[in-house]
């Protein structure tokens, strides 16, 4: 959940979609009928705190040994 710049109550995600295999971009509305804005950011992975333990196929074990 996002909170709305404006009136910082809490604001829905309505849509999203991956614009890149690690960003996506969300659409979000304020829950506020007063203010009702509609607006849009952006997620990003920027870092890994733990990397599985056991990969589920082996096409990711070999990512993983690569790295």
Avoid at 31 to 45: D, G, H, V
Avoid at 48 to 57: F, G, K, W
Wanted: proline share 6%; hydrophobic share 30%; glycine share 0%.
């Amino acid at each position: 959940m996002f909170h709305c710049p404006f009136c910082k109550q809490p604001a829905h995600a309505r849509t999203s979609r991956y614009l890149t295999e690690n960003l996506k971009q969300r659409y979000h509305q304020c829950i506020s009928i007063e203010c009702s804005a509609t607006f849009r950011t952006t997620e990003t992975l920027d870092s890994v705190i733990r990397r599985p333990a056991m990969p589920e196929n082996e096409s990711l074990q070999a990512d993983i040994q690569q790295q």
